[in-house]
């Protein structure tokens, strides 16, 4: 199961090598190092560890990050549901437990047949093909400028295709948000489907990330029975000078007050396991922005991400017997 990653504790010191790893991976940041290097450790690193820590405290939980706690609910989940046949293991792009811990645990397990399980439903050059890199490197080494490592053996690979419309999994962020609707005083009169940005310049050179946020938006949508006025489509998270997918959260959220909207909610489908972009981003930083803009902070409603949901977990299930066709039939025999 691999995710984007997480800091190991809430402090400037522990936000520095995760921000500069995160930072200087070309999947996210794709300027020439000696352009962008310079700039990330001289500057970038110097100041937001302080303040992204501060954010990180108002999320954390007493076991540790979100991220990594709800991932590890998700692959116990997982695996009672897979039973014996499999092993199920988190690993993360950034930060630990890595995606290369992982892969040195499947191969002194001696287990040689390992399918990956990105958990961003939507594909993004920026994670998607991020959690490739890291995998290949893990399993076969790689060459770079300054060293070549190859391995002798390479396991057998399987990728879990991008699954924005997967019908287990709108099915489960149905369900899920049916229930938190639910549990409301009053329905939300709006809602704010929230997905985290990236430059346009990305989609404009081939990255099909904004299709698929739109397919997802619009099956949830339609399985909800939302009618197009009852609901927006938004983007997150922007940082730096360039032009980024839009209409951006942040702006829509202060703006609803002013369209006539009093109790909206907002959700992330493309977050499948709460972290600091959606605890704090959306939960707290969305709060505050949709009183600046004139509206009751107490009538603004947070949805959490669908986490360790039994549906979801069921839908994950289904994905991951797909793939493993032919594999767990030899494992029984």
């Not at 990728?159 to 099915?171: K, L, N, R």
């Not at 990255?207 to 927006?232: K, N, S």
């Amino acid at each position: 199961m691999a995710q984007l990653g997480t800091p190991d504790a809430p402090t400037a010191q522990a936000l520095r090598p995760y921000l500069g790893q995160f930072l200087s991976d070309m999947r996210v940041i794709d300027y020439h190092p000696l352009l962008w290097q310079p700039i990330l450790r001289g500057i970038i690193l110097n100041t937001r560890p302080k303040k992204s820590a501060q954010l990180y405290q108002r999320i954390w939980l007493k076991d540790g990050s979100p991220l990594l706690v709800y991932s590890q609910e998700q692959a116990v989940g997982l695996q009672a549901r897979l039973g014996d046949a499999y092993r199920v293991i988190v690993g993360m792009r950034y930060g630990n437990p890595s995606i290369a811990h992982a892969m040195r645990t499947f191969a002194d397990e001696g287990i040689d047949r390992i399918i990956v399980l990105p958990m961003f439903p939507q594909y993004s050059s920026t994670t998607t093909s991020s959690v490739y890199d890291a995998v290949y490197e893990a399993a076969a080494g790689r060459t770079n400028l300054l060293r070549h490592q190859r391995k002798r053996f390479t396991p057998t690979l399987r990728f879990v295709a991008p699954y924005y419309d997967h019908i287990g999994y709108i099915h489960a962020m149905h369900n899920h948000l049916q229930a938190e609707i639910a549990a409301l005083q009053a329905p939300p009169d709006k809602v704010v489907i929230s997905f985290h940005g990236i430059p346009k310049r990305y989609v404009e050179t081939g990255d099909p990330y904004r299709d698929h946020c739109e397919r997802t938006a619009h099956l949830l949508a339609e399985a909800m029975g939302w009618q197009p006025d009852d609901w927006v489509l938004t983007f997150q998270s922007q940082f730096g000078p360039e032009k980024w997918l839009e209409p951006a959260t942040d702006a829509v959220l202060e703006s609803l007050h002013a369209q006539g909207v009093e109790r909206p909610m907002i959700f992330s489908p493309g977050f499948v396991t709460d972290c600091l972009e959606t605890l704090d981003e959306l939960g707290n930083e969305g709060r505050e922005q949709f009183a600046e803009g004139g509206g009751k902070a107490e009538h603004f409603h947070f949805a959490p991400c669908l986490n360790a949901h039994p549906d979801f977990l069921a839908a994950l299930t289904d994905l991951v017997r797909e793939n493993a066709a032919g594999w767990a039939y030899e494992c029984h025999h």
